[in-house]
């Protein structure tokens, strides 16, 4: 017989085990289950726990005396020596507690089970012993299997909220800040590698290690705010170590869910998404922009008047210094017309430049080089050099865009002049006999000098006799052995004597004479010599200005060349990789191919490279697109084209297609290699590659339409699943055009005003009385067929006209009530739909004041989706709005998507509309009515009512009222209908049930 004391301790074992949020037993003091939870017992399948000692069941020697010791050391004997009986004493659920922490557990193996099991002592207040709690660990409490859960269906709501988020498709977890225990759905355990089955406390053990080390300091201050309910539905970013080591990168939101009596955080629940692949072109245009400007700056500092002409964009383009070296200020205006530039023309110089201009624009030339005379705003004439080269022709071949520089090349000009001045000078010098004349008596060696030649020697005496001597002694000493040597040779009447030398006069100038002999022979026969001298160092000065002048010329022509060959390059290729560019590929195209000849073009796109740039920044981003320049080059057949034609995109331009299978298998190579992990500006990165292939013949296709092939078949490999190579089919462009006349369409049908709402009704379970109806749009078009919203809202979504849409329903709802009030017929409630872009426009509440909306009337059905991630101030701000006027919230389609429970549940929606994918296996057995009955239990216990959706049949509507459904909508109790149906309907007051009769 059993004592009071076991009698109390089996009283309350009902409601100790109603606590659990877990599987577990009470044991009594002799280690018998005296009560187990539905989910334990059901896993000791065909035989009963319930009188059988907890020892049979243990797995192994060492687990059993474990667990006899941890008895022990509780009672103070061993648990032979256990009385089979206790005494009298009084013990109620009042004075019993679950104390793992001050008197301690101990945990043990079940082998029937194959679970671990945690077993900690039951105490009075007076702290004496009074049986032993079982409970399962975390890792093995809650099942993803639902047949596994079957018998825990009557079980408290609580058990049914945990069983409902281990079975839905997110990566759910709940901590349990007391207990320390650790929840977490199939999903988490499967996004970083663990086993479904493994332990997940031996996880969450080490989670911090698993942290990526830069992101732990700002996920400790997230986690403690979390704590504290200061960071609730707030998204926070970081990185964990996946099982088999590579970096995951986490989006993490949570809420505190249950609060004690003095308002600290007892438990916490969230979800986790795996973000890793996400990727946008935004950094390249910046790097376009800044290189651009680069460019700009380096041509101002070099002086070159840069000039663009862009005759289709209707635009002209000049610089800085273009303006200046013209004497236009940076916002002074001028005529840009042709004839005004002709009439700043130099006037001999007109019909260069018309010709120029003639030849570059019909096709002539593609090249422009022209020096002219321009009229400076101050009035003086300055010279100009002007390069240019055609960049764009149109259909008719004339130059439709012309890029170039302008150089002032007055002061190289009059250094030109200035030398011929100084020629012309030394003419008429000459002419005027401005040379020194001498002659020689050889038989005497008697010297003449005229007084030119005393002038230029710079002595001061007067003509007549001068001794050699003094001549010798003004040659310079770098040029007297030379010369001399030449007299000796003139003298022995070998050579005449043409030669120029440097004098130093007596004041030390130094001057350059030129010197010519010739023989004069007088009567007698005796020779003698006479020349003439002249000073030209005026003219060795010049020449070596003109020299210097000439240096300076091909100096600055050098510059130009360097200048337009950087250009050229700089235009043709990409500054980060130093690969080709999209300009570059079109001049591959230009050249003269045979009509059949056949290339062929793969346009790669980079996965998870945006993720990279936002998390290592774009010095990474950078180091990692020139490794995927590196890894391609090494790849790709040196008779191809590599080149880069966006922030992540890159082309392979085969100038002769090859074999469809060396394609394959070059693109399949690059994904291969591009998919390895590497370093890059010391990060490890890991990237993926997605790939599409095109063929084109010049005869049928131009390059451009190859290249949007190419382009067709890149979004086909990247909405495929990525990191794959796609070649390109007629089928896409098909799809593409078929998508367009649609497009246009639906555009034109907003325009004709084609849309309209039909209603479907909606019913008590109970009573089967109307309790409102449901708006759904349709689109009439012009040949009379309608079409369902699946065939439009997807695209109208795309095109931005949703909104439209949603509003034209709106107003036919609103038009339709008060016609229904008009005529006494009673409607409860009309449910219209709200697309998640209207739910979330800044003027959506403006446009409700502007309706006559009266309150308990209308009820706006949102997706799932619009609450479940990042919370949008706009949204909650608009929710708040759509409540303020009186209209209810129902969440439509619940149990599809990824819903957050604990977002919904911060929503507190007034209904939950169950989907009919959910509805419709009901009939099939009471396995498929598991989900239905949890979500319910959810809805009842939150106060949220229940409408199903797809109701067809009698066993929908007997099963769904069993379950606690609260609404009823679907084909079997009332088809859409449109609006002059449903009055009829009304006006009758009755509805045709045969179908679930």
């Known amino acids: 017989m059993k004592t009071p004391r076991y009698v109390a301790l089996e009283g309350d074992a009902d409601q100790i ?13 002799q280690l018998i289950f005296r009560q187990a939870t539905p989910g334990l017992e059901s896993r000791f399948a065909d035989i009963s726990p319930i009188g059988q000692t907890i020892l049979d069941f243990i797995d192994g020697p060492e687990a059993r005396k474990r667990l006899v010791e941890f008895c022990a050391a509780h009672q103070g004997r061993s648990i032979t020596a256990l009385p089979s009986r206790l005494d009298d004493e009084d013990t109620s659920l009042s004075n019993i507690s679950v104390d793992n922490l001050t008197c301690g557990f101990v945990d043990v193996p079940l082998t029937r089970l194959r679970m671990v099991a945690r077993i900690s002592v039951l105490t009075a207040l007076n702290d004496m012993p009074n049986g032993f709690l ?62 479904v089955d493994a332990p997940v406390a031996t996880f969450y ?51 505190v869910v249950e609060w004690d009596a003095n308002g600290a955080a007892v438990r916490i629940a969230g979800t986790d998404a795996d973000i890793t692949a996400s990727h946008s072109a935004e950094e390249y245009t910046r790097q376009m922009a800044h290189l651009e400007q680069r460019w700009l700056i380096a041509a101002e500092y070099g002086q070159l008047g840069l000039w663009d002409n862009d005759e289709i964009a209707g635009t002209r383009y000049v610089s ?66 002007s390069r240019g080269r055609v960049i764009s022709r149109d259909d008719q071949g004339r130059a439709s865009r012309i890029i170039g520089i302008d150089t002032d090349i007055t002061e190289i000009k009059a250094s030109t002049e200035k030398i011929h001045r100084m ?89 350059h004479i030129r010197a010519r002999t010739t023989d004069v022979f007088d009567e007698d026969g005796r020779r003698s010599l006479i020349g003439v001298s002249w000073d030209v160092t005026a003219d ?30 700089n235009a043709l290729h990409d500054a980060l990789t130093d690969l080709p560019n999209r300009r570059y590929l079109d001049e591959q195209l230009r050249k003269p191919f045979g009509p059949d000849h056949q290339f062929a073009v793969m346009h790669l796109d980079l996965d998870r490279f945006k993720q990279i740039n936002d998390t290592l920044g774009h010095v990474t981003g950078d180091a990692v697109l020139r490794h995927v320049a590196g890894v391609m080059n090494g790849i790709v057949p040196k008779t191809a084209t590599v080149a880069r034609i966006g922030g992540d995109e890159f082309v392979v331009f085969f100038e002769t297609a090859p074999r469809r299978e060396l394609l394959v298998q070059i693109a399949e190579l690059i994904v291969a290699e591009l998919h390895v992990p590497f370093q890059a500006n010391g990060q490890d990165c890991r990237i993926g590659a997605s790939i599409g292939v095109a063929l084109g013949r010049l005869r049928s296709k131009s390059s451009q339409e190859v290249f949007e092939n190419a382009d067709m078949a890149l979004y086909e490999a990247k909405s495929s699943g990525r990191g794959r190579c796609v070649f390109f089919s007629e089928d896409m462009r098909i799809a593409l055009k078929t998508k367009r006349v649609l497009a246009d369409a639906v555009l034109g049908g907003l325009e004709r005003d084609e849309f309209f709402c039909v209603y479907q009704p909606q019913f008590e379970s109970g009573s089967l009385r109307l309790s409102g109806v449901e708006a759904l749009v349709r689109w009439r078009r012009p040949d009379g067929t309608i079409e369902l919203p699946s065939k439009f809202l997807g695209l109208a979504e795309e095109l931005g006209v949703v909104n439209r849409i949603d509003q034209k329903v709106l107003s036919q709802v609103i038009a339709d ?106 009939v099939l057995g009471e396995k498929q009515g598991i989900l239905v009955k949890s979500i319910i239990d959810i809805g009842r216990m939150h106060g949220i009512d229940i409408i199903a959706e797809g109701v067809e049949t009698a066993d929908h509507v007997r099963l769904l009222k069993q379950m606690g459904c609260h609404f009823l909508q679907g084909y079997g109790l009332g088809m859409p209908m449109p609006e002059c149906d449903l009055r009829s309907r009304l006006k009758a007051g009755h509805w045709d049930f045969s179908a679930v009769a």
């Open 17 to 29: 085990l109603d606590a659990l949020t877990i599987d577990g037993a009470v044991l009594d003091e």
């Open 134 to 195: 079982l409970r399962a660990l975390p890792g093995s409490a809650i099942s993803n299997r639902p047949e596994d859960n079957i018998n825990r269906i009557d079980a408290q709501s609580r058990s049914s909220a945990h069983r409902i988020l281990s079975q839905l498709s997110h990566a759910y977890w709940e901590d349990d800040l007391v207990s320390g225990e650790f929840l977490a759905s199939e999903v988490w355990r499967t996004m970083r590698g663990v086993a």
């Open 205 to 255: 053990a080490d989670w911090n290690e698993r942290i990526h080390p830069e992101d732990r300091p700002a996920l400790s201050v997230y986690l403690r705010k979390l704590h504290q309910g200061q960071a609730d539905f707030v998204p926070v970013i970081y990185r964990e170590r996946h099982v088999d080591g590579h970096w995951m990168t986490i989006l993490c939101k949570g809420a």
């Open 320 to 385: 800085q210094t273009w303006r200046a070296m013209r004497g236009f200020g940076p916002d002074d205006t001028f005529d840009e017309s042709y004839e005004a530039l002709v009439e700043r023309t130099h006037p001999d110089d007109r019909a260069a430049l018309a010709e120029q201009i003639e030849a570059a624009t019909n096709g002539k030339s593609d090249v422009v080089l022209l020096e002219y005379r321009e009229k400076h705003c101050q009035g003086h004439w300055i010279s100009i050099l």
């Open 423 to 511: 020629s012309r000078r030394l003419e008429l010098a000459i002419e005027a006999t401005q040379v020194g004349i001498w002659d020689v008596d050889l038989s005497t060696r008697q010297m003449v000098w005229d007084a030119r030649m005393m002038q230029i020697f710079g002595h001061d005496l007067l003509p007549g006799h001068i001794p050699i001597e003094k001549w010798e002694a003004a040659l310079h000493p770098d040029d007297k052995q030379r010369v001399l040597s030449q007299t000796r040779d003139v003298v022995a009447g070998e050579i005449e004597f043409l030669d120029d030398y440097r004098i130093i006069r007596p004041d030390g100038t130094v001057r």
């Open 540 to 569: 060795v000065e010049a020449a070596d200005e003109l020299r210097q002048a000439h240096a300076l010329a091909r100096e600055r022509n050098d510059e130009l060349e360097r200048a337009r060959a950087e250009m050229e390059y």
């Open 817 to 922: 009530q008060e016609n229904w009030k008009a005529m006494g017929l009673p409607v409860p409630r009309v449910s219209v739909n709200i697309s998640a872009r209207r739910i979330a426009d800044p003027q959506l509440p403006q446009h409700l004041e502007e309706l006559n909306i009266k309150p308990g009337q209308i009820a706006f059905e949102l997706l799932e989706t619009v609450f479940l991630d990042t919370p949008n101030p706009i949204i909650t701000s608009n929710i708040a709005a759509i409540r303020s006027k009186g209209i209810e919230i129902e969440i439509d389609d619940f149990g599809t998507g990824h819903a957050s429970i604990v977002g919904m549940l911060q929503l507190q929606p007034d209904r939950l509309k169950i989907d009919q994918q959910l509805i419709g296996p009901l």
